[in-house]
């Protein structure tokens, strides 16, 4: 294939699988949460860390990712000891972070905001070896967290006083939960974006769920989704010249549609073949007795 014979477009690719594997094995606990905005919020703290990155001449990838796990370890701080004036404070770190990303990179020698559209909006050309490196380095955490500690962790996404009940560290899951969003932020800011990445961590989980309510069906559909709409995105990006980031979550939006479309009938068919395969009354328990009728004591 034409699309392989660029070294650049080879650690787009990479990074659009890894991507489409990590953004949806954490989503499927973000939306079982009730967290779906998470990883929006995390996005725009990351922001700063990209800046940082620039001012120090770092890795903006790196930088990403600790300013990310800051800001997510605050964020379950929040919703720990400030339930009734969280909101604001998140409000404010979100806005802050936001901010510290423009300001920094305005600080730094020869920076503009026009060097954050690729970290905001994603770009194929802008991937580069150290970020690539990154990416697996961080990818490989996601993935050993999510499925080394599924069960735990929908544990504790399901019911957190069952599973506090039954002996497993709330807090401390609650917790690597956050920061494991937190990173995949990170590793999806250069292929998806800082702005859209929480598409790809919720649209996949809830397109899957249109299939299917077991956990692990939802958790290897929605990660089947989401590489095949970041690879699928990459390449449309690469042969049509448009958006990675903007191309990617329109195509997860259309694969929610068609889901969604598909499993209508098939669950009006699953409804009627549950209904046809339950028994019916015992006639011998509806029907009156020949003797009781002859007597006359139905009517009585």
């Given at each position: 294939m034409e699309i392989?014979?660029?070294a650049?477009?080879q650690?787009?690719?990479?990074?659009?699988?890894l991507?489409?594997?990590?953004?949806?094995?954490?989503?499927?606990?973000?939306?079982?949460r009730?967290q779906a905005?998470m990883g929006?919020?995390?996005?725009h703290?990351a922001m700063?860390?990209?800046?940082?990155?620039?001012?120090l001449?770092?890795?903006?990838?790196?930088?990403a990712?600790?300013?990310?796990?800051?800001?997510?370890?605050?964020?379950?701080?929040?919703?720990?000891?400030?339930?009734?004036r969280?909101?604001?404070?998140?409000?404010?770190?979100f806005?802050?972070?936001?901010?510290?990303?423009?300001m920094?990179?305005?600080l730094a020698?020869?920076?503009?905001?026009?060097?954050l559209?690729?970290?905001?909006?994603?770009s194929?050309?802008?991937v580069s070896?150290s970020?690539v490196?990154?990416?697996c380095?961080?990818?490989?955490?996601?993935?050993?967290?999510?499925?080394?500690?599924?069960?735990q962790?929908?544990?504790?996404?399901?019911?957190e006083?069952?599973?506090?009940?039954?002996?497993?560290?709330?807090?401390f899951?609650?917790?690597l939960?956050a920061?494991?969003?937190a990173?995949?932020?990170?590793?999806?800011?250069?292929?998806?974006g800082?702005l859209l990445?929480?598409?790809?961590?919720?649209?996949?989980?809830a397109?899957a769920q249109q299939?299917?309510?077991?956990?692990a069906?939802?958790f290897?559909?929605?990660?089947?989704?989401?590489?095949?709409v970041?690879?699928g995105?990459?390449v449309?990006?690469?042969?049509?010249?448009?958006?990675p980031?903007?191309?990617?979550?329109?195509?997860?939006?259309?694969a929610?549609?068609?889901?969604t479309?598909l499993?209508?009938?098939?669950a009006?068919?699953?409804?009627?073949?549950?209904?046809?395969?339950r028994?019916?009354?015992?006639?011998?328990?509806?029907?009156?007795?020949?003797?009781?009728?002859?007597?006359?004591?139905?009517?009585a």
């Open positions: 392989l014979d660029y650049f477009m650690r787009a690719l990479l990074a659009a699988v991507v489409g594997i990590t953004a949806p094995a954490v989503g499927v606990y973000l939306v079982q009730r905005l929006d919020g995390i996005g703290v700063t860390g990209v800046g940082l990155g620039f001012l001449s770092w890795s903006p990838v790196w930088m990712a600790v300013v990310s796990v800051v800001g997510a370890v605050f964020m379950e701080l929040v919703r720990w000891y400030a339930r009734t969280g909101d604001i404070a998140l409000a404010m770190l806005y802050g972070g936001m901010a510290g990303g423009v920094f990179i305005n020698p020869g920076g503009s905001t026009s060097n559209s690729s970290f905001l909006f994603g194929l050309s802008t070896p970020d490196t990154a990416i380095v961080l990818a490989a955490f996601v993935v050993l967290v999510t499925v080394g500690l599924r069960r962790l929908f544990a504790v996404s399901q019911d006083e069952f599973a506090r009940v039954t002996g497993l560290p709330v807090r899951l609650n917790l939960t920061v494991t969003a990173v995949t932020v990170s590793v999806a800011m250069r292929v998806v800082l990445v929480s598409a790809l961590m919720v649209v996949p989980v397109a299939l299917t309510r077991s956990f069906a939802t290897a559909i929605a990660v089947a989704i989401g590489v095949s970041a690879v995105g990459t449309t990006s690469y042969y049509q010249d448009v958006p980031g903007a191309t990617i979550v329109l195509l997860t939006i259309g929610f549609i068609l889901l479309v499993a209508a009938p098939l009006r068919r699953r409804a009627r073949a549950l209904a046809a395969a028994p019916g009354p015992d006639p011998a328990e509806c029907s009156i007795p020949a003797s009781r009728a002859a007597d006359g004591k139905v009517g």
